[in-house]
């Protein structure tokens, strides 16, 4: 049996009725308050309609994926109840707007009505029902309750009109929640005050490509991505920096690829189908040797797909994708913090390798708040191209020296004697066009060959649970997180379980991954999307057989997914969930 160490709270509803506002603002108030928070989200792909929900989860230990089952559904209509019930754990409660609708006599749990429109209305305020549910779920449940103004005044402080009335529909709500009869044993308050930061994924990238130096970004408008460029569009200019909403995704990444040629740290974001358009540009960059940082927020898909789901499915792209033999470096974030953590280091594996790096996150992790600690920047060293040293002398600078490293030294436009050619065609040392299969040698494995420091690389694995289990769990991006839940519940029920994350994604880290695959007795990939893209990547990679794992509803694993499948392969009974 499993004991619960966290709540985990559903607001669903309309898009348009404040539900949404309702769950971002707990969130918001637990976080501050000290609780640690991990959110979720889904949305409809129309503008305007369709139906929306909002899940925090609330722990006073670290979490890392969005729960297992929910405790506390605030369903704010009808649909919301016919959506969201099958996902509500044993004994969990219901909170409903009774002007709405009324759930089914067979529901099971404890369930309280909420007028919440009626609420707010008797409050002066027929607009604010967001709020007043929010001191409704705050007052009988804990969560943040002491922060609730701090967080209504940060949101509103600077329309006095809007605040007061929205600060009367709060205190109204409350105390229509201490009317409640509470007939629930959930509470979740904060063991004390902490200095963490509230994040969501998409900022994290923004703040750690800061850090890192970028100076220059294109891009354009793609959910989930498009905050990353909103977030960077009014800083870069006040940094001395460039900003371009381009006419399309091919104009983004070939503006970035200029400005890094001509010396400025570029990085462009988009989803799925801008990262297919841009792949003869990716090859360009890899045969140019440019460095350029893409972010690929992964939605469900092909085609336009499902824009505001999660997938994992642009690994393939990701790494294959491009013709000829066109090698770039794929990292994969499993965090808010991992955001920060790869997007600073893919800039400076950009620039140390003059090459394209692409960045996987997806959909849940772009949107999803978490309170992280403070960054150490002592840790994140930033790394500039290796220039030429020294005078150049006329007509004699190889921009594409064959070296020890195969990394040779970039100069800058306007460097005295290092003008060259930096074509998309095969060229020779000098960057000249070079057609002979000499060159084409040569040349494909100096692009190719400067990597294998990172093929042998454990900088970017990260290892979990037991030294010796039968089973270790093999997984990349946002599956990390339900992974790790599952080896603590594992623990719990005593059952050794490992886990190894594979943050770089290309080149892959292949010592590293067959000494976890030789410390285990089975290996199972855990990923969300249908071929298994991971699984088959190991299997090619390094000739062995892995069970893949996979679904594709556009929503990620839970722990529980993760664990029952493990009882699964070791023939014990199903875990219980309480």
């Avoid at 971002?24 to 501050?32: F, I, K, P, V």
């Avoid at 890899?286 to 336009?304: H, K, L």
């Avoid at 930033?382 to 594409?400: A, D, F």
């Avoid at 893209?533 to 679904?551: D, H, K, N, W």
């Amino acid at each position: 049996m499993i004991q619960k160490d966290d709540l985990v709270i559903r607001v669903a509803g309309e898009s348009g009725d404040g539900s949404t506002a309702t769950g971002e603002m707990l969130a918001q108030a637990a976080a501050r308050s000290g609780l640690h928070v991990f959110t979720f989200r889904t949305t409809p792909a129309e503008i305007k309609g369709g139906p929306v929900m909002f899940q925090v989860r609330a722990s006073n230990a670290p979490v890392r994926s969005q729960g297992d089952a929910v405790d506390v559904l605030f369903a704010f209509n009808q649909e919301a109840w016919d959506l969201h019930h099958a996902d509500m754990a044993p004994h969990a409660v219901l909170l409903y707007d009774s002007e709405e609708f009324t759930p089914p006599e067979s529901f099971s749990g404890v369930a309280y009505p909420v007028p919440i429109g009626k609420i707010a209305l008797e409050a002066g305020n027929r607009r604010g029902k967001n709020v007043a549910a929010m001191g409704v779920a705050a007052a009988l449940f804990g969560l943040g309750l002491s922060k609730l103004e701090d967080i209504v005044r940060a949101k509103l402080g600077k329309k006095a009109e809007l605040l007061e009335s929205n600060l009367a529909a709060l205190h109204a709500g409350i105390a229509y929640a201490r009317t409640i009869q509470k007939r629930d044993s959930f509470w979740m308050e904060s063991s004390g005050e902490h200095n963490r930061l509230v994040m969501t994924g998409n900022q994290a990238i923004v703040a750690g490509a800061l850090h890192a130096g970028v100076r220059f970004f294109a891009g354009y408008p793609i959910t989930p991505a498009s905050d990353i460029m909103e977030g960077l569009a009014p800083i870069l200019p006040q940094l001395g920096g460039g900003y371009l909403q381009a006419e399309d995704e091919i104009a983004s990444i070939m503006a970035c690829i200029g400005a890094s040629f001509g010396g400025k740290k570029a990085m462009t974001a988009t989803a799925g189908p801008g990262l297919a358009l841009m792949s003869e540009a990716i090859g360009y960059a890899s045969m140019a040797e440019i460095p350029v940082v893409i972010v690929d927020a992964q939605r469900g898909g092909p085609s336009t797909g499902l824009p505001t789901k999660m997938e994992q499915s642009d690994l393939n792209i990701a790494v294959y994708g491009g013709h000829g033999d066109s090698p770039r470096i794929v990292l994969a974030p499993a965090s808010v913090a991992e955001c920060f953590h790869l997007t600073a280091w893919g800039f400076n594996l950009a620039e140390e390798y003059q090459s394209p790096v692409i960045i996987l996150s997806d959909y849940s992790l772009s949107f999803r708040t978490e309170t992280i600690e403070p960054f150490d920047l002592a840790k994140y060293p930033v790394i500039e191209r290796k220039q030429p040293e020294g005078e150049l002398q006329p007509k004699e600078y190889k921009r594409y020296y064959v070296n020890g490293s195969y990394i040779s030294p970039m100069a800058l436009p306007g460097t005295p004697n290092g003008q060259y050619t930096a074509t998309g065609l095969e060229h020779n040392e000098y960057g000249n066009p070079a057609y002979t299969p000499a060159a084409h040698t040569r040349m494909t494995e100096k692009r190719w060959r400067k990597y294998e420091a990172l093929r042998h690389s454990r900088e970017y694995v990260r290892r979990f649970g037991s030294e010796r289990a039968r089973v270790g769990l093999l997984c990349w991006g946002t599956s990390a997180g339900p992974c790790r839940g599952a080896v603590f519940l594992a623990a719990q029920e005593e059952i050794p379980l490992a886990m190894l994350q594979v943050q770089m994604l290309s080149p892959l880290p292949v010592d590293a991954i067959q000494e976890f695959i030789d410390s285990v007795e089975i290996v199972l990939v855990p990923e969300v999307n249908y071929q298994g893209q991971f699984a088959r990547l190991i299997q090619a990679e390094l000739g062995v057989r892995v069970q893949s794992f996979t679904q594709y509803t556009g929503m990620p694993f839970t722990r529980f997914d993760i664990l029952r499948k493990v009882h699964q392969l070791l023939g014990i009974s199903e875990p219980e969930l309480v």
